[in-house]
């Protein structure tokens, strides 16, 4: 059977952005998140024809696509705004092609681009995934599908092999699951600033709403079962809180560790590990409940020659995975040839990477025989659509635990429209339900999320929603787009 791959004509786009406010508090790495602009992007595309519509967005937080410390975040938000306005200029200028054609010609253009001007592929990668979920949406849309058929049907016109030439023939169906996951089970984030215990909010840290705050109460409150926990990379804080973490989780507990680029090396990260195995209490929640460790070494640290060393030195060493350092299409292969065992999805990283991505593993997994992880992480995604189109690309992907953050660093969907709220409470009841105080929350039970509806909607909310009321911005304009992208405090 013939697969079709529709041809996508870029007419126009949209940029919108709402300001937002954290709840209390993000602490990652080297950086603390109180505010941030959360970017909307409306497409309106001719697709065989028909003119569709499609939308993507993205919260722009500080050092993750960047992580200088000698930058403020003033600084870092103009080179964001920077890569996405590029891309979205080189979609528009781009002929009516397949999804894939348009996206290698773009993904190219802004490489070399991105180059010229000192960008880092992580953060030029940035403007390239978001033309590809908005597109994506409107693809979508204008096949009456979801995601995952889409996918699977190859209806992007996917030529791996393209990308990476051992993939040269490969099929979504022959890596992706038959059907989409239709739950998926939340792998809570627990900060390096986080309160553990009801005892431990204070007046820096306490939140103006009634949502579980403290580690204790959202365990009670959601039913956790699986946790995200950070390290800082140093031992008078680590040690500590990692022993109250072995206290408070117990047994049973599943969990990640985030070394968010904080050690020298996986040289560096096992002299701590080997310190934090001195506690008895430690030891035993590490062996029973650690599932893999997340980019313990800086991202410009990570394909160093020493990394394979230091791995088949330390034979039982955890499985280790890349994260920020996954920036380039060759960056995860590089990876597995050093001894990494696995790799992260984002979305703001590429949803035709994160694909090569599931087909490297399915290659690396029947030819070698070993385990390869690909874990689900999260970059403060809220919902209606930088948190739906990531919950079905793990859906998709068949990955059944994923990271969730943003719902407990921001309050629900309370910062968005009337309109946005009514339609969430009505098209995926499944996934948030009314709060006492009065608006849309993400329903956790069980520590897990029923995707029903997710999967029913083509890529994110089941609707179109109106956003006339966020202010449009242009990325080519940082000072205007700061001006009313960020909270008035809050001003950059």
């Known amino acids: ?81 920077g890569v996405i306005g590029h891309a979205a200029e080189l979609t528009l200028a781009r002929p009516p092609a397949t999804f894939f054609n348009l996206w290698r010609e773009l993904h190219e253009e802004q490489a070399s681009w991105a180059t010229a001007e000192g960008h880092p592929s992580l953060l030029a990668n940035l403007g390239v995934s978001l033309m590809e979920r908005a597109l994506l949406d409107a693809l979508c849309r204008r096949l009456g599908s979801g995601l995952h058929t889409v996918l699977r049907g190859n209806h992007l016109g996917l030529r791996l092999g393209e990308m990476r030439p051992e993939l040269s023939g490969a099929e979504p169906s022959a890596f992706l699951p038959e059907r989409p996951l239709s739950s998926v089970r939340a792998r809570h984030t627990i900060g390096l600033g986080d309160p553990l215990t009801p005892a431990e909010v204070n007046d820096d840290n306490r939140a103006a709403d009634s949502l579980p705050l403290d580690l204790e109460t959202c365990i009670r409150t959601y039913g956790l079962t699986h946790f995200k926990i950070k390290v800082c990379g140093n031992l008078d804080l680590d040690l500590p809180r990692l022993e109250a973490l072995a206290e408070l989780l117990g047994p049973g507990a599943l969990f990640t560790l985030d070394g968010n680029e904080q050690y020298a090396g996986i040289g560096a990260f096992r002299e701590h590990w080997e310190v934090w195995r001195e506690k008895a209490k430690i030891r035993a929640l590490l062996d029973s409940g650690l599932l893999l460790v997340e980019q313990p070494a800086h991202r410009d640290e990570s394909f160093s020659p020493s990394v394979s060393m230091d791995l088949a030195d330390w034979p039982d060493h955890p499985a280790f995975i890349i994260d920020e350092a996954d920036a380039g299409i060759d960056d995860f292969p590089r990876a597995l040839a050093l001894g990494y065992d696995g790799v992260s999805h984002k979305n703001c990283k590429g949803i035709v990477k994160g694909l090569a991505n ?11 025989g070993r385990i390869v992880h690909l874990s689900g992480e999260d970059l403060a995604n809220v919902g209606p659509f930088a948190l739906f189109q990531d919950l079905a690309m793990m859906a998709a992907l068949g990955i059944g635990h994923v990271e969730r953050n943003g719902h407990h660093y921001f309050k ?57 009321s966020l202010k449009t911005v242009d990325p080519r304009d940082p000072a205007g787009f700061i001006r009313v992208g960020m909270p008035e405090d809050q001003g950059l």
């Open 412 to 468: 629900g969907l309370s910062a968005w429209p009337k309109p946005v709220k009514a339609s969430m409470l009505e098209d995926h009841g499944d996934l948030y339900g009314l709060h006492p105080e009065g608006y849309p929350t993400l329903l956790l039970q069980d520590g897990v999320l029923d995707l029903s509806s997710l999967n029913a909607a083509p890529f994110g909310p089941v609707r179109l929603l109106d956003l006339s």
């Open 1 to 81: 059977m013939t697969v079709v791959s529709p041809k996508i004509d870029l007419r126009e786009i949209e940029f919108r952005v709402l300001p937002m406010r954290t709840r209390f508090p993000f602490k990652y790495g080297i950086a603390s998140l109180t505010a941030l602009p959360h970017l909307v992007l409306k497409v309106e595309t001719e697709i065989d024809g028909i003119l569709t519509r499609g939308i993507a967005s993205e919260g722009l937080p500080p050092k993750w696509f960047t992580k200088n410390p000698d930058t403020t975040f003033g600084e870092d938000l103009p080179a964001m705004l």
């Open 358 to 368: 599931a087909a490297t593993i399915a290659l690396e997994e029947e030819k070698r």
